[in-house]
Nanobody, 117 residues
Framework: QVQLVESGGGLVQAGGSLRLSCGVS????????MGWYRQAPGKQRELVAR???????NYADSVKGRFTTSRDSGKNTVYLQMNSLKAEDTAVYYC???????????WGQGTQVTVSS
């Protein structure tokens, strides 16, 4: 059974930093990309950052220059370094893995990030 286990969320003051980690427990075949989404109260889930197996990254405009995603392919772990955090970054952050095989998308349980202004 595949599980994505996230860690690193918490409460931080505006301007501070947090680092999220997500490890894959179990086997996922043919991973294409790993990344992070977030969902704030009353809003839709949105892509924050994504990294492909080839190392290409893309970011939401709202986090460019502040967040960095990276991957340790040997450990099947993805990270999200979040700097210069703002109150509007407050959300539940979900780890995501994209695969070529069903179910194609795997999700973590979510970790709360709260930024106080």
């Amino acid at each position: 059974q595949v599980q994505l286990v996230e860690s690193g969320g918490g409460l931080v003051q505006a301007g501070g930093s947090l680092r999220l980690s997500c490890g894959v427990s179990g086997r996922i075949f043919s991973i294409n990309a790993m990344g992070w989404y977030r969902q704030a109260p009353g809003k839709q889930r949105e892509l924050v950052a994504r990294i492909t197996v080839g190392g290409q990254t893309n970011y939401a405009d709202s986090v460019k220059g502040r967040f960095t995603t990276s991957r340790d392919s040997g450990k099947n772990t993805v990270y999200l370094q979040m700097n210069s955090l703002k109150a509007e970054d407050t959300a539940v952050y979900y780890c995501n893995v994209e695969s070529s095989y069903s179910p194609y998308m795997y999700w973590g349980q979510g970790t709360q990030v709260t930024v106080s202004s």
